[in-house]
């Protein structure tokens, strides 16, 4: 199982779990959640249930990820399986993204 936390311009969203290649979580911080003049993360993951679940990657989180020779060069360098969907995005969408949001893995 593999977890990752969800910040949104810095300020902590929510956390998203790979239980395995088929079973993916997506939850709201509580705070976050019940708080109105925040806004969801996506339209696809909107908030008006605080937990999400999909057999794939949710199309918010692998819509960030860099296709074809950016994808195949990311998963050489990084030594990744370039199948490795979830594992690409904890690896790359840490720091400098094209939106607000950014992943950052738990390793605990």
Do not use: C, H
């Not at 969800?6 to 239980?19: A, D």
């Not at 939850?27 to 999909?54: C, G, H, M, W």
């Not at 949710?58 to 360098?77: A, C, D, Y």
């Not at 904890?90 to 390793?107: E, H, N, R, S």
């Amino acid at each position: 199982m593999r977890k990752a936390e969800i910040y949104r311009n810095g300020k902590l969203v929510g956390s998203l779990i790979e239980e395995s290649r088929k079973k993916y979580f997506f939850r709201y911080e509580d705070s976050y959640f019940a708080d109105n003049e925040q806004p969801s993360i996506s339209l696809t993951l909107p908030k008006t249930q605080q937990e999400y679940v999909s057999e794939y990657l949710f199309p918010f989180f692998f819509n960030m990820l860099s296709e074809g020779v950016n994808r195949k060069l990311q998963s050489t360098q990084l030594r990744i399986d370039e199948n490795d969907n979830f594992g690409l995005l904890l690896a790359t969408a840490q720091y400098d993204t094209i939106g607000a949001i950014t992943v950052k893995p738990i390793t605990k």
